[in-house]
């Protein structure tokens, strides 16, 4: 941590007489899950490891760190928060990775990526086979949706949409945020309208043809650019 920080104690601890001075309380030596400054302390360190390790971070994405060996080979480090996935063309470049986190931070090899924010992760020796069946069944539930009719459309073919007018009934903002995700309808997320929602809601429905069917994105071997072998997941404790 950067600066000095100092947190109060629970009163608790006062009427019970585990403390007896109640002036004093707890200098914080490194940064707790909860603070606002845990999750830029969290990124500063790991950032500082990597660029220590050799890696360079993409300038798109600040999250994303490339690693060259030499002759071709590469590895790829996509982190999220204390989870990171990897991958790459070198199974050397793959366990000196490992070692070397294993050293770093107490973590957990998780193998070869399954799941990932949502995603199925499918891989054999022709290729790479995404999909996000499970995730549109759980949104499904999320807003009770699981039993509405399919729609082959995530929305209803000729549906103007606009800003609210005179006579309009306005819904929840909150739960229209949180059905909408990002897309078209999020331009109405300030002052959402019952015909606005109902669009959010067809496009729900249209996840139920995600749900029904293995409906996805296959990488070949010929296609990945860069051949990479395969895909680990890490998760940093």
């Known amino acids: ?134 995730y549109a069944k759980e949104v499904l539930e999320r807003f009770g949706m699981e039993r509405s009719n399919p729609v082959n459309n995530p929305i209803v073919p000729g549906c103007k949409l606009s800003k609210s007018g005179s006579g309009a009934v306005n819904v929840d903002a909150t739960e229209y945020k949180q059905l909408i995700g990002i897309g078209l309808i999020s331009r109405y997320m300030e002052k959402p309208t019952e015909m606005h929602l109902q669009a959010a809601k067809d496009t729900k429905t249209h996840l139920h043809v995600l749900r029904s069917c293995e409906c996805g994105v296959y990488f070949s071997v010929g296609f990945l650019v860069t051949s990479l072998y395969k895909a680990i997941a890490l998760a940093i404790q």
Request: glycine content about 8%; overall charge positive; charged content about 30%.
């Open 1 to 134: 941590m950067r600066k000095e920080m100092w947190t109060s104690i629970r009163p608790d601890l006062w009427q019970r007489g585990t403390l007896k001075e109640e002036h004093k309380g707890y200098r914080l030596k490194k940064a707790l899950y909860g603070l606002k400054q845990a999750p830029r302390a969290w990124y500063n360190r790991i950032e500082a490891y990597f660029a220590k390790e050799g890696f360079e971070k993409c300038l798109c994405e600040h999250t994303l760190f490339i690693k060259s060996g030499g002759k071709g080979k590469l590895l790829i480090v996509s982190l999220y928060v204390d989870d990171l996935i990897f991958t790459g063309n070198d199974e050397d470049m793959f366990k000196s990775f490992k070692e070397s986190m294993k050293k770093e931070f107490d973590m957990s090899d998780l193998g070869r990526m399954k799941y990932f924010l949502g995603v199925k992760v499918v891989q054999n020796l022709d290729g790479i086979f995404i999909c996000q069946r499970m």
